[in-house]
């Protein structure tokens, strides 16, 4: 064996280590979460029995790599699940994702300061953000706004599943609107078109989705998938190019 290929061989070695994740270690769940998600989580109750289960594993998974930490503010089992909850929908329509790209949520117990999270400044505003920089691999959220986007379950919007898609939005390196990890190359012009067209009507008035998602693409992304999700079959009637587009997307048919 010559001593090129000796390298050759450890440096596929090293490289194969580097990638290897290791298996996903599941995390118990308190006693009562079937009823805890049955109660609070309306993805869940339209599962049949099979789709229950495949929520609650990774559910399991989830909680298995990811921590949830309180700052100033206890973290009890409806906040766990209902993180995790956030996390899995957009993602159950893809059996072997993981959140690589994150390590922790950290729940504030109301709003909280974009540029300082742990100020106690007057403006502390902000419901959720991926973190980026030295906050990398970190999502922040109001602890307040995720239980109220559960709760409503008549409204359209959900602060944890719209930072749960910024994150899947960030997997290509940007947050730009375009999820290249999930969006197939050629329904990539018709998506920039929706998008364009959708935040015209939007600002004009003449769109029921969430003005936020005027602000620019990525926030389009990320207001839409929360009524995507939130309100399917409501949206599907409303919108129902920017619908089925989102259902090639998140491999996944809310409504019913």
Do not use: C
């Amino acid at each position: 064996m010559t001593p090129i290929f000796v390298l050759i061989i450890i440096a596929l070695v090293v490289v194969v280590l580097a990638l290897y994740k290791g298996p996903i270690k599941k995390a118990d769940l308190p006693a009562d979460y079937k009823k805890i998600l049955s109660e609070h989580v309306a993805f869940y109750r339209t599962l049949d029995d099979k789709g229950k289960i495949r929520f609650e594993e990774k559910i399991k998974e989830f909680l298995g790599y990811i921590r949830i930490t309180g700052v100033d503010t206890n973290v009890d089992d409806l906040d766990t699940l209902l993180v995790a909850s956030s996390g899995v929908i957009p993602i159950f329509g893809f059996p072997e994702w993981r959140y690589y790209n994150l390590s922790e949520v950290l729940l504030y117990p109301n709003s909280f300061n974009e540029i300082s999270f742990l100020s106690k400044g007057a403006d502390r505003h902000v419901l959720g953000m991926v973190g980026d920089g030295a906050m990398q691999r970190t999502m922040i959220l109001s602890k307040l706004a995720l239980r109220n986007g559960f709760a409503n379950v008549s409204g359209k919007e959900n602060t944890g599943i719209h930072e749960f898609v910024h994150l899947l939005d960030k997997e290509d390196g940007a947050v730009d609107g375009i999820p290249e990890a999930l969006l197939n190359r050629q329904f990539t012009i018709p998506w920039l078109q929706l998008i364009a067209k959708n935040i015209v009507a939007i600002k004009a008035g003449k769109s029921d989705i969430n003005i936020y998602g005027s602000k620019n693409k990525a926030e389009f992304f990320a207001v839409a998938s929360e009524y995507f999700f939130e309100d399917p079959e409501r949206f599907k009637q409303k919108h129902p190019e920017l619908y089925n587009l989102m259902t090639q997307m998140f491999q996944q048919s809310p409504a019913h």
